[in-house]
């Protein structure tokens, strides 16, 4: 494996993770508690025996830079090979822009492709989480003498509009391509991970064909080039959505998880902090739960993860939810069906995540928050008392003057003044409670609610925001 190089596609956006990837790419969100979801695709080059990995980066870099560092944790510090991050750059005589996809980024860094010893490249997705040995994948592409080999699985036909759609001869040379078809022919489906010859890039890289699945593979096929599928069996999980994102952690729950953390033979690096050992206090009662180093906690947790640091008072409870770094539950106070953010402060007697309205769709964001799982952004603080329903979105640095009620309705979006948007055309109602310091409730919906042909409101209904703080 020393003639093949990884090159680990790690600029995503991952917009359908909401507020999870709003400050922070995708591959660099965490997840399982103490990991993030790029040190899968790491440490399965690291475990393939692959020492020389670049990483190509993108939108919010800075957290992934900082994870990633000088790659001491996956033993890739190294003076020859290790692992490199690129972003985008200005080149004499090119305009200046953004990779415009994937195969435009690997276009983009062509020379340091060339530059690498070794016949075969490795270009991975570095935003899924999968358990992968890559040499019998490589061996694979030798043997057949192909110009690129897929790795390709079987997945849910309601998944497969979303990946590319694929059909295999008897040799298992791929004959039919979809693109993120409307209508899937089969379920099975690419994973997003390539292994190519130098030859067949710099024939098939060019500034026309953006995107190795929307354009690349398709005029491969189309052209007569050696394109074959990999069959791949194991653990492979796209944690591209809020749903399959808080799925894919819980599922490390179970008596047996397809995703053994604990594999001895197979082991996931990360950047870890040294911090004390969780601390599991007298009132404390846990359930089926991951606890991180750094923990304190003694109130109850049942079937949840919890990142490093993170604090449950005495008499709070965190079900069924997602607790990143850092963040504090206080006294009282319920999390329940949630995901919060590193560095959330729950008051005391807070509830988040009440009600059985699971219905109720965020009217922010309602492909994102549909599911009944309330996402509260970091440092945001969840005041004493206040109530959240569910699929609701509480913003990055939320504050107690941004809640203008004690209760937030399922479906609300609750954010800092900065983030939200143009008030023109909108009816403002709003009061202050008894003592007159605090406002109750503020709603705002259109002075003049728009129609459809069908005579249907497009207003959406009533939505509660908040008033400028201080």
Same mark, same amino acid.
């Given at each position: 494996?020393?003639?093949?190089?990884?090159?680990?596609?790690?600029g995503?956006?991952?917009?359908?993770?909401s507020?999870?990837?709003?400050?922070?790419?995708k591959?660099?969100?965490?997840?399982?508690?103490?990991?993030?979801?790029?040190?899968?695709?790491?440490?399965?080059?690291?475990?393939?025996?692959?020492?020389?990995?670049?990483?190509?980066?993108?939108?919010?870099?800075?957290?992934?830079?900082?994870?990633?560092?000088?790659?001491?944790?996956?033993d890739?510090?190294?003076n020859?090979?290790?692992?490199?991050?690129?972003?985008?750059?200005?080149a004499?005589?090119?305009?200046?822009?953004?990779?415009?996809?994937?195969?435009?980024?690997?276009?983009?860094?062509?020379?340091?492709?060339?530059?690498?010893?070794?016949?075969?490249?490795?270009?991975?997705?570095?935003?899924?989480?999968?358990?992968?040995?890559?040499?019998?994948?490589?061996?694979?592409?030798?043997?057949?003498?192909?110009?690129v080999?897929?790795?390709?699985?079987?997945?849910?036909?309601?998944?497969?509009?979303?990946?590319?759609?694929?059909?295999?001869?008897?040799?298992?040379?791929?004959?039919?391509?979809?693109?993120?078809?409307?209508?899937?022919?089969?379920?099975?489906?690419?994973?997003?991970v390539?292994?190519?010859?130098?030859?067949?890039?710099?024939?098939?890289?060019?500034?026309?064909?953006?995107?190795?699945?929307?354009?690349?593979?398709?005029?491969?096929?189309?052209?007569?080039?050696?394109?074959?599928?990999y069959?791949?069996?194991?653990?492979?999980?796209?944690?591209?959505?809020?749903?399959?994102?808080?799925?894919?952690?819980?599922?490390?729950?179970s008596?047996?998880?397809?995703?053994?953390?604990?594999?001895?033979?197979w082991?996931?690096?990360?950047?870890?902090?040294?911090?004390?050992?969780?601390?599991i206090?007298?009132?404390?009662?846990?359930?089926?739960?991951?606890?991180?180093?750094?923990?304190?906690?003694?109130?109850?947790?049942?079937?949840?993860?919890?990142?490093?640091?993170?604090?449950?008072?005495?008499?709070?409870?965190?079900?069924d939810?997602?607790?990143?770094?850092?963040?504090?539950?206080?006294?009282?106070?319920?999390?329940?069906?949630?995901?919060?953010?590193?560095?959330?402060?729950?008051?005391?007697?807070?509830?988040?995540?009440?009600?059985?309205?699971?219905?109720? !769709?965020?009217?922010?964001? =309602?492909?994102?928050?549909?599911? *009944?799982? #309330?996402?509260? %952004?970091? +440092?945001? /603080?969840?005041?004493?008392?206040?109530?959240?329903?569910?699929?609701?979105?509480?913003g990055?640095?939320?504050?107690?003057?941004?809640?203008?009620?004690?209760?937030?309705?399922?479906?609300?979006?609750?954010?800092?003044?900065?983030?939200?948007?143009?008030?023109?055309?909108?009816?403002?109602?709003?009061g202050?409670?008894?003592?007159?310091?605090?406002?109750?409730?503020?709603? !705002?919906?259109?002075?003049? =609610?728009?129609?459809?042909?069908? *005579?249907? #409101?497009?207003? %959406?209904? +009533?939505? /509660?925001?908040?008033?400028?703080?201080?």
């Amino acid at each position: 494996m020393k003639r093949t190089l990884a090159v680990i596609l790690a600029g995503g956006e991952g917009e359908r993770l909401s507020i999870l990837s709003s400050q922070r790419a995708k591959p660099a969100v965490p997840f399982g508690g103490k990991y993030r979801i790029i040190d899968f695709t790491l440490s399965n080059c690291v475990n393939s025996d692959i020492d020389n990995v670049v990483v190509l980066t993108q939108y919010n870099p800075r957290s992934l830079n900082d994870h990633i560092g000088m790659g001491r944790p996956w033993d890739l510090d190294r003076n020859h090979g290790g692992v490199r991050m690129l972003q985008p750059y200005i080149a004499r005589g090119r305009v200046a822009e953004w990779y415009r996809g994937t195969a435009d980024a690997v276009l983009q860094n062509l020379n340091v492709v060339e530059q690498a010893p070794g016949d075969t490249v490795l270009v991975l997705a570095g935003d899924h989480i999968y358990k992968m040995d890559y040499q019998p994948f490589v061996a694979a592409h030798r043997r057949h003498r192909a110009d690129v080999t897929i790795a390709v699985r079987r997945v849910p036909l309601a998944d497969a509009t979303r990946m590319g759609i694929l059909a295999l001869d008897d040799n298992d040379r791929i004959v039919e391509w979809q693109e993120k078809p409307r209508q899937p022919k089969s379920d099975l489906a690419s994973m997003g991970v390539y292994v190519f010859s130098k030859r067949a890039l710099r024939q098939w890289l060019v500034e026309s064909l953006a995107d190795f699945g929307h354009d690349v593979i398709p005029a491969m096929i189309e052209g007569g080039a050696r394109v074959y599928g990999y069959r791949f069996d194991g653990y492979w999980q796209d944690v591209g959505t809020i749903q399959s994102y808080w799925e894919a952690n819980l599922a490390l729950l179970s008596d047996a998880p397809e995703l053994d953390l604990y594999d001895r033979e197979w082991i996931v690096h990360t950047r870890s902090e040294e911090r004390a050992p969780a601390k599991i206090g007298a009132t404390a009662q846990i359930h089926r739960s991951l606890i991180s180093h750094g923990c304190v906690i003694n109130g109850s947790v049942v079937n949840s993860v919890l990142s490093p640091g993170v604090v449950v008072d005495v008499g709070a409870s965190v079900r069924d939810s997602i607790i990143l770094f850092d963040s504090v539950i206080r006294t009282g106070a319920v999390v329940d069906r949630a995901i919060l953010d590193k560095d959330v402060a729950v008051g005391p007697g807070a509830i988040v995540g009440e009600g059985t309205d699971f219905d109720v !769709v965020n009217r922010r964001e =309602p492909g994102r928050l549909s599911t *009944g799982i #309330t996402v509260v %952004g970091k +440092r945001a /603080v969840i005041p004493r008392g206040v109530r959240i329903g569910r699929n609701v979105l509480v913003g990055e640095g939320a504050r107690a003057a941004d809640f203008l009620s004690r209760i937030v309705k399922s479906g609300s979006t609750v954010e800092r003044p900065k983030d939200r948007p143009s008030r023109a055309g909108l009816r403002v109602r709003g009061g202050v409670s008894s003592d007159g310091r605090e406002p109750t409730r503020i709603e !705002v919906e259109p002075a003049q =609610p728009s129609h459809d042909a069908g *005579g249907r #409101t497009s207003s %959406g209904g +009533r939505r /509660v925001v908040g008033e400028p703080g201080d």
